[in-house]
């Protein structure tokens, strides 16, 4: 009996030791499945906490900053290699030739209005692109935009160097310099290039190779021996001698046979600087031309406002911060095409169908003042940003700017973040400094994009939303990289 009680008490235990075993293996399944699903979803989490924390909702802008500063500020670094130059702002105070008296700084009315013209041609150069046949760089009738770029950097030409103030352009085909003797619009701040004064300066044949290339480009004619061009700019036009000669970023660094366009005749307004120095994909253009030399790579850092300083460097190391977008694989285009996708303002993603992107596409172009995008992406980001502006006064607006307001007696404001989405996974927060534009004064403040005419017309990011990043065209690769903090 004792024996019958301790095996039905031996049952009773093992038969509860089994169900709890069941269960404590179940709870075990229960949670090895919880724990399974929250890893799954673990790395949105991170990811979601890390770009809240990279990319802040909303900036505390100081006014002042808006505002224009006749003193060059230069405390940021410059990249201090050989092949680095110094980029300032075309019409601000660290500009060699805005020393002094007489410098010239167009209204701001004007200022737009050419950075509207530079986006139409920008814009028909980029359509022209897709067509069958080769097509000039500006098509009859788009108005003269391309020339106009709002950054520059000072170089040596010639032996001895003769210095030169170029404006940055990643559109034009061609790099051109005014050269003596000069029969139109001649009226640049620095002394014009004059050949007769290098040693090293040559006339490129009429019958090379180098001459023949730039038909597609623009037009060629001869002179004796000698090969001369001409770009058509609606109503105007560029033309001169197509030549060779030593190209100094610094005494120990130098591009010897640098092909460029000697201008004789270049009519329109070029900002009294001594010309453009090209840097688009181009087979002429400046980076092409040095592309063995420095890893067929370069990069820029557009200064945070007219009184700072940033750099211009061919080759150089790749920041480990830099994140990617693929060029556009379109070899008959000369521009830097890429894939936008989306914005965000205020740290959350407008809801703008992908087509309007897909159909209009994005150029990367540091040398127009503001990008413009497709008006359903325009106004869609506009309204977003309204939405967040309330606590501050509206204002009307300004020529093709809408989205204004009224700072007068603000020290500081706080404003929504806007980032931009790439194809690649990328995004990209536009630094405070390129968000608003004062038009011309704290009365008229002004969020600093347009719209273009069209939505099929191409989107422009431009060079006040690119600014304070090391951008990165790594042509090796087909690839635009942007890293933060590039100018200091």
């Known amino acids: 009996m004792n024996c019958q009680k301790t095996k039905l008490i031996r049952d009773k235990f093992s038969m509860a030791t089994l169900i709890s075993s069941t269960s404590l293996s179940s709870l075990f399944l229960s949670a090895l499945l919880l724990l399974l699903l ?24 100081e006014v002042a900053s808006l505002l224009a500063s006749d003193v060059c500020n230069r405390s940021p670094k410059v990249s201090n290699q050989d092949s680095s130059l110094q980029v300032v702002h075309n019409y601000g105070p660290c500009n060699p030739r805005n020393q002094g008296k007489g410098a010239h700084v ?7 209005l050419q950075d509207k013209l530079r986006a139409k041609a920008i814009q028909a150069k980029a359509k022209g692109s897709k067509s069958s046949s080769p097509t000039a760089p500006v098509q009859s009738g788009t108005g003269l935009g391309i020339g106009t770029g709002m950054y520059a950097v000072t170089m040596g030409l010639g032996t001895p160097a003769q210095e030169q103030t170029l404006l940055l352009d990643a559109t ?49 004619s001869c002179s004796g021996t000698t090969c001369h061009y001409e770009y058509q700019l609606s109503s105007k036009s560029l033309s001169g001698v197509l030549a060779t000669d030593t190209l100094s970023f610094t005494k120990p660094d130098t591009i010897p046979n640098f092909i460029f366009g000697c201008g004789q005749k270049n009519e329109g307004p070029f900002a009294r600087a001594s010309g453009v120095l090209s840097l688009s994909r181009s087979s002429l253009s400046l980076t092409s031309q040095i592309a063995g030399k420095y890893e067929n790579r370069f990069s820029h850092c557009l200064p945070s406002s007219s009184s700072s ?66 008006p359903a992406v325009y106004s869609t980001m506009a309204r977003a940003f309204e939405d967040l502006m309330t606590d501050y006064p509206r204002t009307d607006g300004y020529e093709d700017f809408q989205t204004c307001y009224d700072f007068t007696g603000y020290d500081s404001v706080k404003i929504p973040s806007i980032s931009f989405h790439f194809n690649g996974g990328l995004e990209l ?5 390129g968000i608003m534009i004062a038009l011309p004064s704290l009365k008229k403040v002004c969020l600093a994009f347009a719209s273009n005419f069209e939505d099929g017309n191409e989107a422009i990011f431009g060079g006040s939303q690119l600014r304070t990043y090391d951008v990165i065209y790594d042509l090796a690769k087909g690839r635009i990289g942007f890293a933060p903090g590039g100018c200091s």
């Open 38 to 61: 929250c890893l799954s979803s673990k790395p949105h989490v991170v990811e979601a906490k890390k770009t809240e924390e990279t990319f802040p909702q909303t900036h505390t802008l």
């Open 106 to 112: 167009p209204s701001h009315g004007k200022m737009l």
């Open 172 to 220: 034009n085909d061609l790099s051109w310099i005014q050269c003596e003797p000069c029969s139109t619009s001649c009226h640049q701040k620095l002394p014009r290039f004059n050949p007769a004064k290098s040693s090293s300066y040559k006339n490129v044949s009429c019958s090379s190779a180098t001459c023949k290339s730039i038909n597609g480009l623009g037009q060629t």
């Open 309 to 374: 300083v940033g750099h211009l460097t061919f080759g150089g190391k790749i920041p480990k911060t830099a994140k990617f977008t693929p060029i556009k694989n379109d070899t008959r285009s000369s521009v830097y095409p890429v894939d936008m996708t989306g914005v965000s303002v205020g740290g959350r993603l407008v809801p703008i169908d992908e087509s309007f992107f897909e159909d209009a596409g994005c150029i990367v172009d540091p040398g127009t003042l503001i990008s413009h995008l497709p």
């Open 429 to 433: 927060a536009v630094d405070k400094s």
